[in-house]
């Protein structure tokens, strides 16, 4: 991030702030940002997952985010998009109840094993099934691969398969290889 660059600086300082907050689960393109920043040196968003409704006004009070919760649908986690003038990326926030509940969204549901991992206050989280060196050199490779067999789909909303496209695509866009 340019240090001329004030939201870039605030951006900076919310990533710091993430990263070592308790609460706060990283994932996305954020995520594979953290883990190799020479293949993905810039993320459009910041995804993450929140355990405590408070973080929301910590955020808000430190980085001048505004948060909008989303539509809920049917009995599924409380989603939030939040925006600042200080930083140039907008936040996505799933609320979930507990650590639990945090690894089955993003560890035991994702279709892509690149998706299958988070960052939480210092601590990586992989897909033990896959492991964290093969997550890892997916990441770093660009290289999607399909995640067969049974999937957590408890936290998901209901038109999950229209967001997994929208995915695909994104990742596509992006110049990775995605192997079904």
Same mark, same amino acid.
């Given at each position: 991030? /340019? ?11 919310? !990533?710091? *702030?993430?990263?070592?907050?308790? /609460?706060? *689960? ?10 190799? @920043? !020479?293949?993905? @040196? ?16 910590? =955020? ?18 409380? *989603? ?7 930083s140039a990326k907008p936040i996505q926030l799933v609320l979930m ?8 969204? !993003? =560890? ?10 988070? *960052?939480? /206050? ?5 897909? @033990? ?22 999937? /957590? ?18 990742l596509m866009r992006k110049g990775f290889t995605i192997i079904d």
């Open positions: 991030m /340019n240090s001329n660059d004030p939201t870039g600086r605030q951006t900076g300082l919310l !990533v710091s *702030y993430l990263m070592r907050t308790p /609460n706060i *689960y990283i994932f996305g393109g954020m995520l594979k940002h953290i883990v190799c @920043p !020479v293949t993905h @040196p810039n993320f459009t968003d910041i995804d993450l997952i929140a355990i405590d409704v408070a973080e929301l006004d910590r =955020i808000r009070d430190a980085f001048a985010y505004m948060f909008r919760e989303l539509p809920r649908i049917g009995t599924g986690p409380r *989603y939030f998009i939040g925006k600042s003038k200080q109840r507990c650590h639990r509940h945090a690894m089955q969204f !993003v =560890i035991e549901g994702p279709q892509y094993d690149i998706d299958r991992a988070a *960052y939480c /206050n210092g601590q990586f989280y992989f897909d @033990p099934a896959l492991g964290e060196e093969a997550i890892r050199a997916a990441i770093t490779a660009k290289r999607a691969t399909r995640k067969q067999g049974h999937r /957590n789909m408890t936290h998901f909303a209901p038109h999950r398969q229209q967001i997994e496209q929208r995915h695909r695509l994104k």
